[in-house]
């Protein structure tokens, strides 16, 4: 039977058919036009998807029972609209609920001195498609199964974020990481001629630290020197922190000690500390 296009004149009145009611999913239906007085079409097909064309064909792409409406209108605006209730029936297996993804790893260590190799594992579900590590000391990864290197001591909380086809996850909570002191780091120590006296109180200091090839004495917070062996004299009553930190390539460490200096206070002193050497 030939249908003719809408004049979209008098009244409309929506009417529909079908070339095929059920069938197995993946199901393309052909959808027919009997309406009178339309001069416009549009198409519900049930299951979240439109179209505005005459006679459309359709794929249900999933088994369930879809319900149908088309609504007609003329050159005026007057709309009317049919439903037809589990009109198509696509047939099969009902789909397999998707399990949200979960974001998990594990590491070949958690501790040890620096510089510390850890490798990565990625245990999530979900089949990731992408990888986003943070390492917690700056760094980041966006492979699969990485290996990454701790250059220096410290506690390091270890991320990852994944992305599926069906959304992303994030690891529950940061894995921590204990990096100790480079072995190959300084050893640091120092001596004082004396500990404690009255003002003014000369004291030399004695570095006895072993692998350091620079220096930085701190005389609490009053006095610094980079020498080896510095020399200090106290001009006030107190207790002085002195701190002495010892660098290499591998790494940095301190060391500090009191030196207690007692007496009255000496007016017009100058400088509380001062380095003579």
């Not at 009417?15 to 393309?28: C, L, V, Y």
């Not at 009053?222 to 020399?231: D, G, I, R, V, Y």
């Not at 500090?256 to 000496?266: F, Q």
Request: with cysteine; proline share 8%; glycine share 10%.
């Amino acid at each position: 039977m030939t249908r003719l296009a809408g004049s979209g004149e008098g009244d409309p009145v929506a009417a529909f058919g079908i070339s095929q009611q059920s069938g197995p999913a993946p199901f393309s239906v052909r959808f027919l036009d009997y309406s009178t007085g339309a001069a416009t079409w549009s198409w519900d097909f049930g299951d979240g998807t439109t179209t505005v064309e005459r006679e459309p064909r359709h794929t249900y792409a999933l088994p369930g029972r879809y319900t149908v409406s088309l609504t007609v209108a003329n050159n005026a605006g007057a709309a009317h609209t049919a439903t037809k209730y589990d009109y198509i029936v696509a047939t099969g297996p009902a789909p397999t609920p998707t399990e949200a993804p979960v974001a998990d790893f594990t590491m070949n260590s958690t501790d040890g001195p620096a510089p510390l190799a850890v490798r990565f594992t990625d245990a999530s579900t979900g089949t990731p498609y992408h990888w986003w590590w943070q390492f917690g000391d700056g760094t980041s990864s966006t492979e699969q199964n990485p290996v990454h290197i701790y250059e220096r001591s410290g506690s390091y909380g270890v991320n990852l974020t994944i992305w599926t086809a069906t959304g992303s996850a994030r690891s529950g909570w940061p894995a921590e990481i204990e990096v100790g002191p480079d072995p190959r780091a300084p050893v640091v120590n120092f001596t004082m001629s004396r500990e404690s006296g009255t003002a003014p109180l000369y004291v030399r200091f004695t570095d006895c630290s072993t692998d350091a090839t620079s220096w930085r004495w701190d005389f609490g917070g009053l006095a610094w020197s980079t020498a080896t062996n510095p020399s200090v004299v106290f001009r006030q009553p107190g207790t002085y922190t002195v701190t002495l930190t010892a660098k290499n390539a591998y790494g940095t460490s301190a060391v500090a000690g009191d030196v207690i200096v007692t007496g009255t206070p000496l007016a017009g002193a100058g400088p509380m500390v001062r380095v003579v050497g």
